[in-house]
């Protein structure tokens, strides 16, 4: 059973009023991990290695030059520094002007299993200071699975659009459109989930302008796209078969926000 529609018509508004509070920001320069606080990365059977970007942000430009380093946590990793990976050049130089940067991790293929092992990582700098939130950064690092590893039939573990997890779809790939997820029947019968992935790092997206089925009472066909926030970023493990993705819900005249649903393969 899908979620109320009532329910949907009281958060239009506190969606749409909070992601524009976000643009108006007046504090300080503060660090975070601002694209996603965990990430999967691969190597291919036929590398030697495979580079993975972690970027950072700062809340707003910065004034004059700063050094962020990102440091690994080796108590809360199972990844090994200078075995598993090693982090190219720790140290980024952040500008006048700019809002972020990115560090990157060379995976290694030799110690690299289909399990996977995860690294955590942190920021320091020594004259910015770090925000609130989205401080730490998980990365899984493995082997990489053939898709037709993936596909097949999903526990909906975490839900927003169902009223409580627990439905079971099948995700497919779509025999048209390469590098292209089908969840059957996800919002309705009839209705699919499409996503489009990256066949190398297996980031997805959501191709705007998906209908899910349902009318909105007052505001026409409740559609989907890719999140608004870029911290939220929706992704898939080939190896172990989750997919974890975050969509946007909205209709011509505001948003219901970025909803998250998680599917783990049976």
Same mark, same amino acid.
């Not at 940067?101 to 910015?128: N, V, W």
């Not at 999903?154 to 292209?180: L, R």
């Given at each position: 059973?899908?979620?109320?529609?009532?329910?949907?018509?009281?958060?239009?508004?506190?969606?749409?009023?909070?992601?524009?509070?976000?643009?108006?920001?007046?504090?300080?320069?503060?660090?975070?991990?601002?694209?996603?606080?965990?990430?999967? &990365?691969?190597?291919?059977?036929? !590398?030697?290695?495979?580079?993975?970007?972690?970027?950072?942000?700062?809340?707003?430009?910065?004034?004059?030059?700063? !050094?962020?380093?990102?440091?690994?946590?080796?108590? !809360?990793?199972?990844?090994?520094?200078?075995?598993?990976?090693?982090?190219?050049?720790?140290?980024?130089?952040?500008? +006048?002007?700019?809002?972020?940067?990115?560090?990157?991790?060379?995976?290694?293929?030799?110690?690299?299993?289909?399990?996977?092992?995860?690294?955590?990582?942190?920021?320091?700098?020594?004259?910015?200071?770090?925000?609130?939130?989205?401080?730490?950064?998980?990365?899984?690092?493995?082997?990489?699975?053939?898709?037709?590893?993936?596909?097949?039939?999903?526990?909906?573990?975490?839900?927003?659009?169902?009223?409580?997890?627990?439905?079971?779809?099948?995700?497919?790939?779509?025999?048209?459109?390469?590098?292209?997820?089908?969840?059957?029947?996800?919002?309705?019968? &009839?209705?699919?989930?499409?996503?489009?992935?990256?066949?190398?790092?297996? +980031?997805?997206?959501?191709?705007?302008?998906?209908?899910?089925?349902?009318?909105?009472?007052?505001?026409?066909?409740?559609?989907?796209?890719?999140?608004?926030?870029?911290?939220?970023?929706?992704?898939?493990?080939?190896?172990?078969?989750?997919?974890?993705?975050?969509?946007?819900?909205?209709?011509?005249?505001?948003?219901?926000?970025?909803?998250?649903?998680?599917?783990?393969?049976?």
């Amino acid at each position: 059973m899908k979620k109320i529609l009532f329910l949907l018509i009281g958060c239009l508004m506190f969606f749409a009023c909070r992601e524009a509070e976000a643009d108006n920001y007046e504090g300080d320069s503060m660090l975070n991990f601002n694209k996603g606080v965990a990430g999967n &990365g691969f190597v291919l059977n036929s !590398q030697t290695y495979s580079d993975y970007k972690i970027s950072y942000g700062s809340i707003k430009a910065v004034e004059g030059s700063h !050094q962020v380093k990102l440091v690994f946590d080796a108590t !809360q990793s199972t990844a090994v520094l200078g075995t598993d990976f090693d982090i190219l050049d720790d140290t980024d130089d952040l500008g +006048a002007g700019e809002t972020g940067g990115e560090f990157t991790i060379r995976i290694y293929k030799a110690p690299a299993t289909q399990d996977g092992k995860t690294a955590t990582f942190k920021l320091q700098s020594g004259s910015l200071p770090n925000a609130g939130f989205d401080q730490t950064y998980k990365l899984n690092m493995s082997l990489t699975c053939p898709i037709a590893n993936f596909v097949g039939i999903f526990d909906n573990t975490e839900t927003w659009w169902y009223n409580a997890p627990g439905g079971q779809f099948e995700i497919k790939e779509n025999p048209s459109v390469a590098n292209q997820l089908i969840i059957d029947d996800f919002f309705d019968v &009839g209705y699919d989930l499409i996503l489009n992935y990256n066949p190398t790092t297996f +980031a997805v997206s959501v191709p705007e302008g998906q209908e899910t089925g349902y009318i909105h009472p007052s505001y026409g066909m409740i559609k989907v796209k890719s999140s608004t926030d870029g911290a939220l970023v929706s992704s898939f493990n080939p190896c172990t078969r989750k997919l974890t993705v975050y969509m946007n819900y909205y209709v011509p005249a505001g948003t219901f926000g970025n909803q998250k649903e998680v599917f783990q393969g049976i």
